[in-house]
């Protein structure tokens, strides 16, 4: 991540964790359920184009579920394709052909009633949780923080013991878990047509911050009417930072209210 994306960040997070305390409740509005599938996911861009899989009102909650980030060669790599892999994950990855620059399978977009460019749309993240038992780490060669260390690539298939909330790296090894999600994010401007989920933007996308927990709120510019809200790239838990390029990638269940802060 260079440092103009790192200033990005910045920008987006507001580091809503020292504000739990202090957030009174909104109003409930309605609420919803957007589950991914061929029609209701952006595979791997953000695009101020792309058809509203679900249309909701500023103040309405929705229960997202997303899908990990990995290809079949990775899942192929693990021993788990296809039997592990989730049926949704299967159907996208043969049905839609329209997809790239970035690699990410990101469940929406949702258009937001009223919203409109120059609008901030106020994202409160209340629950999070696992939707599949396991995660994946993988390295590949000439990439991360040790790019001419390891000249081959590696998949670990990390067992996730979600009762106790600790992922089971290895024996006697255990690391707890902390569920996010690491991009969420808003169409970018229409000029700007088709983004790649992978590097963030003005628009937020693929922010990888370990503090965007359940609890918190992020807060994000809007590019284009309705702001086109997609998340995905689950993460049960990370450092500061993807070292390898990725975390402990998983498939997530978040519940999110949303809010149109006029300009």
Known sequence: MTRLQHSAVFLFVCFAPHLRAQQPARPAGDSYQLKPSPKTAAWGYYDAKTAPALRIKSGDTV???????ASRERFESAGLWPDRV????????DQVKDHGPGPHML?????????VPGDVLEVRIQ?????IPYALNAFSPGRG????????????VIPLDEKRM?????????????PFFGSMGVAPPASSGRISSAPPWVNAGNLDNKELVAGTTLFIPIHARGALFQAGDGHAGQGD??????????SLVGTFQFARKPH
């Open 166 to 178: 600790v992922g089971q790296f290895a024996d006697g090894i255990e690391i707890p878990l902390r």
């Open 145 to 156: 923080f040790l790019p001419e260390d390891f000249p081959y690539e590696r998949v670990k």
């Open 107 to 115: 469940t929406g977009p949702i258009y937001i009633e009223d919203a």
């Open 127 to 131: 629950k999070i949780r696992l939707a």
């Open 241 to 250: 930072g993807e070292v390898d390029i990725t975390a402990m990638e998983t």
């Open 86 to 93: 989730e049926p949704a994950w299967r159907e996208i990855y």
């Open 63 to 69: 229960e997202i579920q997303t899908l990990i980030t």
